[in-house]
């Protein structure tokens, strides 16, 4: 895999990230398609909702894994290019949420290709460029989501915590933190948000599911 041509590695990648592992999971474990479970997403989130805490545990693991093994991938093919290390994570990002192996057509009559938010394979893609990011961005991650309760939130935090953490460590240590590294936070944080269109008015109407203690609290 050493030395793939550019195209070859950001194809492969985005493949990766288009493995869906929730679909797959919950398929498995219940007969149902994820695609028909509330936000019809096919992250850890809604695949817990679907089939249960420790499906949804094992789908947000290989979701994260999709977005380290895309850029691992992209660094052992080219240690220098930086940017076909943003763009490989950013690659399996879209895969994860416009998945060709999730092909579908809508009841208007269009075609298009199901997936998840993208947060999990962000916080990969993180990970693969500077492999300590997780240990911020992974328990800040856990501790919003069960104390704010809103999985967007969550899902937004990862991107952003990324474009700081390549940013400061841009700003103090440009020879381990390369500048373009701070883009791979900034891309993915447009797709999430264009992903999240509908939770995000939701928000701010109001209406989004909690989840977590202050989802107890509330019953």
Request: hydrophobic share 50%.
């Amino acid at each position: 895999m050493e030395n793939l041509p550019g195209f070859a590695v950001i194809l492969i990648t985005y493949l990766i990230g288009s493995i869906p592992f929730g679909w797959i999971f919950v398929k498995i474990r219940t007969g149902n398609d994820i695609r028909d479970v509330q936000s019809g997403r096919t992250g850890g989130t809604n695949a817990m909702r679907a089939a249960g805490l420790p499906i949804g545990i094992l789908t947000a693991f290989l979701d994260i894994y999709k977005g380290t093994g895309a850029v691992q991938l992209a660094i052992f093919s080219d240690s220098q290019n930086f940017w076909l290390h943003v763009f490989a994570g950013i690659a399996a990002i879209i895969g994860h949420n416009y998945s060709i192996f999730l092909i579908q057509r809508s009841p208007t009559g269009r075609w298009r290709l199901a997936g998840g938010a993208g947060g999990g394979t962000t916080m990969g893609g993180a990970i693969g460029l500077w492999p300590p990011s997780g240990l911020i961005i992974l328990p800040t991650a856990i501790l919003l989501f069960y104390f704010v309760g809103y999985a967007s939130i969550t899902t937004i935090s990862v991107a952003v915590l990324s474009i700081f953490i390549f940013g400061i460590g841009a700003y103090l240590d440009p020879s381990h933190f390369p500048w373009e590294y701070i883009s791979f936070g900034l891309f993915s944080l447009g797709l999430i948000l264009w992903a999240l269109k509908r939770n995000i008015k939701a928000l701010r109407a109001g209406t989004e599911r909690l989840h977590g203690y202050r989802a107890r609290k509330k019953t």
